[in-house]
């Protein structure tokens, strides 16, 4: 089966370690969302989170993070190996973790980076312990706190966030769940599963031209399609997803087939159209590879990853930071996952 998307370079992924370096180096500018519980709380941002600092905000900063692991470890001859392997050794010291987990244990701070930023943590905690296990280690005590946050969240979220920003429920319980299979979290598992089923699993004909909103960089359709795909074993989800789009064998909805147009790049909003079509073109290859080969659609589910993936990464931009700061993540994501 045609993966649909060709296969990251070596060039792109030298090009994409030194661009993560930088950024998450680069403190200002910076997005704060901060919730100040005295004046001693006004600090700048490498005081109150000392291993995600740059990169513009926190989540960003994670993901950069965990774009540096994934590289170095799909790539054992990345030029840059040794640099980024020194740059989270510094960044993600023991006594850095501590600091970031007791700025979201204190007061207030319940709903910090929750879900977005919690979910892209554990992807890069899962990520560390396949290239450093020993190091990883170090990673828990964040870790442990976003994961009874998780907990606590899942069990009180009666109705998903189903837009295509940073609260997207679909998304956060996806990687949550991957990251509990991946360390046997049975609870954590079994709500990630079980909340997924309530939330979606009695969806069909979903109203796919009211996608794109102006800002997505999610596709809600289709990560809800994914996170099924992760619960379902692949006979029942084949049923339920065609039930889900029972159109696309005849190219509908068109609206997620096609790539969003992006009429202004330079605009740190729109531009999140360029991060919908990267999302689109990982999610799209997933879903043809979890479909039986003999699905008519697998080959529909290919043909849009591909064109995702081309409308996309001729507007990644090093030189506009707004792009830059976040964008080549999900390009890496998108080419490796």
């Not at 023991?94 to 910090?112: C, D, H, S, W």
């Not at 079980?194 to 979903?206: E, I, L």
């Not at 099924?228 to 692949?234: A, F, H, N, V």
């Not at 999140?272 to 043809?288: E, F, K, M, P, S």
Request: neutral net charge.
């Amino acid at each position: 089966m045609s993966s649909a998307l060709p296969v990251l370079s070596l060039a792109q992924a030298s090009a994409f370690a030194r661009l993560a370096m930088e950024n998450v180096r680069r403190e200002y500018p910076r997005l704060q969302h901060h919730v100040l519980n005295s004046a001693a709380d006004a600090r700048t941002p490498r005081e109150l989170h000392p291993a995600f600092y740059g990169s513009y905000d926190w989540h960003s900063c994670v993901h950069q993070h965990w774009m540096l692991v994934r590289l170095v470890r799909v790539m054992p001859h990345l030029p840059e190996r040794a640099a980024v392997d020194a740059l989270l050794r510094e960044h993600l010291a023991a006594e850095n973790i501590r600091a970031e987990a007791a700025y979201l244990a204190a007061p207030g701070r319940t709903a910090f980076e929750r879900p977005y930023g919690w979910a892209w943590f554990l992807k890069l905690e899962q990520e560390m312990r396949a290239y450093d296990a020993g190091f990883a280690r170090q990673l828990q005590p964040l870790a442990a706190v976003i994961r009874e946050g998780f907990l606590n969240y899942f069990r009180a979220l009666t109705y998903p966030v189903r837009h295509g920003v940073h609260a997207n429920s679909a998304f956060a319980a996806g990687f949550a769940l991957n990251w509990a299979r991946s360390v046997d979290d049975q609870a954590l598992k079994l709500l990630c599963t079980s909340r997924a089923a309530a939330w979606f699993g009695h969806d069909h004909d979903y109203p796919g031209h009211l996608e794109p909103n102006g800002e997505d960089f999610f596709s809600p359709a289709l990560v809800e399609a994914g996170l099924m795909g992760r619960i379902l074993p692949q006979v029942a989800f084949a049923q339920w997803f065609h039930r889900f789009l029972p159109d696309l064998e005849k190219g509908q909805p068109a609206t997620l087939l096609h790539p969003a147009a992006v009429s202004n790049p330079s605009d740190p909003k729109i531009a999140h159209l360029i991060g919908l079509n990267l999302n689109r073109a990982w999610v799209w290859r997933r879903l043809a590879g979890l479909l039986s080969e003999g699905d008519p659609i697998v080959a529909v589910c290919e043909a849009a990853a591909a064109r995702h993936y081309e409308a996309a990464m001729p507007l990644l931009d090093a030189h506009d930071f707004h792009r830059a700061h976040w964008l080549a993540s999900f390009a890496v994501y998108a080419l490796t996952e």
